[in-house]
């Protein structure tokens, strides 16, 4: 099955920087790959997602990166802002969304 | 329109027990997902449910099962209990038309296996 591997897994960033999370994954089948963020004690919540015809995504201060190739993709956060801190997921997906293979996580600290 | 509801939030049991988790996805969402979430292994998928059916299936012993109901309300089952069956049990719906992608999750049961 999938196997997805997700680094690092915490990171610390002064408010204004910007943090990059990269993940990695192994069945060329997979053609999903959404981020999650997940706030302590709440439900993850999706704040991007690409598919595999797309190399880029933006959204605001927030991107995503695939390469296919190489079986990896990365989240890109710039301006970091201290309500950015929570923990973030990679995932990637076989069969569209019907089953999400997820990272182990990265928890982004952001520092005022 | 209200989000994805879990119930219980929490929940406590003794190992050997069995015990039933409540997922009602978003209304019109015909697919239910169902993951664990432990400090040590992240989320994991469980198993999916869309009409009734189970499309796929994750890499979880047989004591886990589930089912969905014809109003697309899903519940999950762990029999015979483990104390390492304690995570947070999460399950996500997605509207399945139209190629839309976009999983929304539940706040999740958390189990506590004593």
């Known amino acids: 099955g999938e196997n997805v591997e997700q680094h690092p897994s915490t990171l610390s960033v002064q408010e204004g920087d910007s943090a990059v999370i990269k993940c990695t994954y192994s069945?060329?089948?997979?053609?999903?790959f959404p981020w999650y963020k997940q706030e302590l004690g709440k439900r993850p919540q999706l704040i991007i997602d690409?598919?595999?015809?797309?190399g880029e995504k933006k959204d605001q201060r927030i991107a995503v990166t695939l390469n296919k190739t190489a079986k990896h993709f990365s989240l890109h956060i710039t301006e970091t802002q201290p309500e950015d801190s929570a923990v973030y997921f990679c995932?990637?997906?076989?069969?569209?969304?019907?089953?999400?293979?997820f990272g182990t996580g990265t928890r982004l600290t952001v520092i005022p | 329109k209200a989000g994805v509801t879990q119930t219980p939030r929490y929940l406590i049991k003794t190992r050997g027990q069995q015990v039933t988790l409540s997922c009602s996805p978003i209304?019109?969402?015909?697919?239910v997902s169902w993951y664990q979430q432990t400090p040590g292994q992240g989320l994991q998928f469980l198993f999916e449910?869309?009409?009734?059916?189970?499309?796929n299936k994750g890499n979880f012993p047989g004591r886990f099962s589930g089912r969905q109901f014809s109003n697309s309300r899903s519940e999950m089952n762990v029999s015979t209990l483990e104390l390492g069956d304690s995570a947070l049990y999460l399950c996500?719906?997605?509207?399945?038309?139209?190629?839309?992608?976009?999983?929304?999750f539940g706040q999740g049961t958390r189990l506590t296996v004593v």
């Open positions: 449910y869309f009409s009734e059916t189970q499309r």
């Open positions: 995932a990637a997906s076989p069969g569209g969304a019907n089953n999400l293979f």
């Open positions: 996500a719906s997605r509207d399945d038309r139209l190629g839309r992608t976009e999983a929304f």
């Open positions: 069945d060329s089948a997979s053609n999903y």
């Open positions: 690409i598919r595999s015809n797309v």
């Open positions: 209304s019109g969402h015909r697919s």
